[in-house]
């Protein structure tokens, strides 16, 4: 007789992992729910639209209750202290950083794998919206709600037991499934801050764990004239509008960081545009044996742009851009597809690529997808 998979779920309280777990019980799972403890309490956690606090906490065991399963909080306090203290680093550092991509590959799919081996399950489920073809990550059917950006960095290994089945769903579908189901936050609002930033407000993070933004310096304009002086370039990052504390006439934008000296400079929108990028720490979906063209992904919540991707030494690929980018942002991270398929991605390096590759008859890309 075939055994049932057995499979932990990670309920985070909220209505996507609820209805995970609903849909994967329907399908005939057996089921072990966790709640991942981050060590985030008081009223800043309490008070914030994010993930992980303590009432969140309380919705995930009513979850499990509702649904008759077994209901375990895992402590993760100081793994995730230790990706907290890295975003502080980034931002000191002159990096706009993604913890989000972090916590998806050391915590959702690293501690919590572990702990599906201590408990005799065969996989993890999450209520992100992407989806699984045969290990092979792909974007949700809803394209507003798609998380596979955040998910680039799962390894074969892990992808091969990740479970994410609302990503066959339109939001507002999973909202029906939750009411359908009878499941008590069928109609909670999502999260909306990152879970340790309350409010979004990051610089009070940063200055609380790091005893300060970084090097203070100069803000100047692309001829180097110093315009204004600021308290640390940790209170900045690249594309930012507001809050520059300066007036150009115009409308200003970040434009560089140089986090060894100091100086943030500023310009008009245009220069802002890059040409190329470097990517480092790479993890690849399928092979990259030459260069190939690829939809090109920089942020979230940003419209991928089509390129040409060219493999350098080691885990670092040369990016150049069938037209210059303005969302090349160091710290953010670049993920490759090709229509729904992830190839790939990694981190947005500070220096530039220069070059175009010696050859390649590689197509260019056309409106909407890319040739196969």
């Not at 799919?109 to 699984?132: K, P, Q, S």
């Not at 006439?249 to 190329?276: C, H, K, M, N």
Request: glycine share 12%; charged share 25%; with cysteine.
């Amino acid at each position: 007789m075939t055994r049932s998979p057995r499979t932990l779920v990670a309920l985070s309280g909220g209505v996507d992992s609820a209805v995970t777990a609903a849909l994967l019980a329907e399908q005939g799972h057996e089921l072990v729910g966790v709640f991942m403890r981050n060590g985030i309490s008081g009223r800043a956690a309490a008070g914030s639209r994010s993930c992980c606090s303590l009432s969140d906490a309380r919705d995930a065991r009513r979850i499990a209750d509702h649904l008759d399963i077994p209901f375990y909080v895992q402590d993760l306090s100081r793994p995730f202290a230790a990706l907290i203290d890295a975003f502080c680093r980034d931002y000191a550092e002159g990096r706009t950083p993604n913890p989000c991509v972090l916590c998806n590959n050391n915590l959702k799919f690293g501690e919590l794998l572990d702990l599906a081996d201590d408990l005799r399950c065969d996989g993890v489920a999450t209520g992100h919206y992407a989806r699984l073809e045969d290990g092979r990550l792909l974007r949700a059917v809803d394209r507003a709600k798609d998380q596979s950006y955040l998910l680039h960095g799962l390894r074969e290994d892990q992808r091969r037991r990740a479970r994410f089945p609302v990503g066959a769903l339109s939001k507002p579908a999973v909202r029906e499934a939750a009411r359908r189901f009878g499941l008590p936050v069928a109609d909670k609002p999502d999260s909306a801050d990152i879970c340790f930033v309350p409010g979004g407000d990051y610089r009070a993070v940063v200055r609380e764990r790091s005893g300060g933004l970084g090097a203070p310096g100069a803000v100047v304009d692309g001829e180097g004239r110093e315009l204004a002086r600021h308290e640390g370039v940790g209170a900045f990052t690249v594309g930012q509008r507001r809050g520059l504390g300066v007036a150009l006439g115009r409308p200003a934008f970040v434009t560089d960081i140089d986090a060894a000296t100091g100086r943030v400079t500023v310009g008009a929108a245009e220069e802002l545009a890059r040409p190329s990028c470097r990517v480092g720490d790479v993890v690849w979906h399928e092979p990259l044996v030459g260069p190939r063209r690829a939809l090109v992904q920089l942020r979230h919540h940003h419209e991928p742009e089509p390129a040409l991707v060219a493999p350098d030494e080691g885990c670092v690929v040369d990016v150049l851009f069938d037209a210059p980018s303005r969302a090349v942002t160091p710290g953010q991270y670049a993920v490759f597809y090709e229509g729904d398929r992830v190839l790939g991605g990694g981190r947005l390096l500070a220096e530039r690529a220069t070059d175009a590759p010696a050859s390649t008859t590689a197509p260019r890309a056309a409106a909407g997808g890319l040739p196969t």
